[in-house]
């Protein structure tokens, strides 16, 4: 994601941030369903790319005590909410941020960290014009045996037509871009990292889980 770009999520979010996760809460469905399918092992690593206002870090880390967690963000206006977020959180110890671009981020010099057991991007790829890029980079990112998590946006093509087109229209206005395709990028990422794939969506194709894995 170029500059330019990264600027333009900082305008949308300069003063979204503050109310980011109250409005958001009931439209991004199944963020709580992929945190509870994250289950790392004792001592693990996890990545959140596109962590926001790190509200699914928090969630994260308390369900799961004994991980570490890591988040990136390209906008630093959200990252500002996040670092506030987590300096008042029980796990501020376990969690760190970074701004960068999720499709070219280098984990060692932002963490200290080569690779991941669990990466998860939620409702991020919609937002992303370079998705397909974020979802090979994150495949590349994971440790043996570890596993990439994927919630967003599904082909909504169980709603009524009318509820379908007026859904997508409002996400155009907050620049979000469902991705009809995600099953076959899902697919054709993973088996390019030798890797195996799962998705589903959920009810009226509202949302999409995906998962890629060793």
């Known amino acids: 994601m170029s500059e330019s770009a990264a600027g333009a999520m900082d305008v949308i979010y300069r003063h979204q941030r503050y109310i980011y996760d109250l409005t958001r809460r009931h439209y991004l469905l199944g963020r709580d369903q992929l945190i509870a399918d994250l289950t790392p092992p004792p001592g693990g ?38 670092r506030s977020s987590i300096a008042r959180s029980h796990a501020r110890n376990r969690i760190q941020v970074a701004q960068a671009d999720a499709t070219a981020f280098c984990p060692e010099t932002l963490f200290a960290q080569s690779s991941f057991d669990r990466i998860f991007i939620s409702y991020a790829l919609s937002m992303i014009p370079a998705w397909e890029a974020v979802l090979d ?21 169980g709603m009524p037509g009318f509820a379908r087109h007026t859904m997508l229209a409002w996400l155009t206005h907050f620049s979000v871009t469902p991705h009809p395709n995600l ?11 030798g890797l195996r794939s799962a998705f589903h969506q959920g009810r009226f194709g509202y949302a999409a889980l995906a998962k890629i894995g060793h």
């Open 183 to 193: 099953q076959a990028v899902v697919r054709s990422v993973a088996e390019r990292h």
């Open 137 to 157: 980079q994150a495949a590349g990112k994971l440790a043996p045996k570890g596993t990439l998590h994927v919630v967003d946006f599904g082909t909504m093509d």
């Open 45 to 82: 690593s996890v990545l959140e790319i596109g962590c926001g206002t790190a509200r699914n870090l928090i969630c994260a880390a308390r369900r799961y005590p004994g991980a570490r967690f890591f988040g990136v963000d390209v906008s630093e206006e959200m990252l500002k909410t996040a």
